[in-house]
């Protein structure tokens, strides 16, 4: 089971950036953060959660349509933290952001069904 703290959510006008942060910890002295894959889903409002990310422990990514190219993940396994920097942000990003751990580091999974392990979420605010 790993633990994941989100942080760095807040309240920015439309074409602003914000950058997420996701600490991971495991229960046992084993763990070993590079070989999860780590993913970022958000969850609007009366919407089901949705993939934005995913990044495997050797750093390849993968990015949902509405996010590639303005969306990056990335992670520093020696901090064992993973990163969403968001830049050109819309009203319609607005949405709770969930950090997510899968147990097989070298995959990029993108449903939420394959993640085991999720953050408390942090929320991501848009103004027109």
């Known amino acids: 089971q790993v633990q994941l703290v989100e942080s760095g959510g807040g309240l920015v006008q439309a074409g602003g950036s914000l950058r997420l942060s996701c600490a991971a910890s495991?229960?046992?002295?084993?763990?070993?953060?590079?070989?999860?894959?780590m993913g970022w889903f958000r969850q609007a409002p009366g919407k089901e959660r949705e993939f934005v990310a995913v990044?495997?422990?050797?750093?390849?990514?993968n990015y949902a349509d509405s996010v590639k190219g303005r969306f990056t993940i990335s992670r520093d396994n020696a901090k064992n933290t993973v990163y969403l920097q968001m830049n050109s942000l819309k009203p319609e990003d607005t949405a709770v952001y969930y950090c997510?751990?899968?147990?097989?580091?070298?995959?990029?999974?993108?449903?939420?069904?394959?993640?085991?392990?999720w953050g408390q979420g942090t929320q991501v605010t848009i103004s027109p």
């Open positions: 990044i495997t422990g050797g750093g390849s990514t």
């Open positions: 997510a751990a899968h147990r097989v580091g070298a995959v990029l999974p993108t449903r939420p069904a394959d993640f085991g392990s």
């Open positions: 495991g229960r046992t002295f084993t763990f070993t953060f590079s070989s999860y894959a």
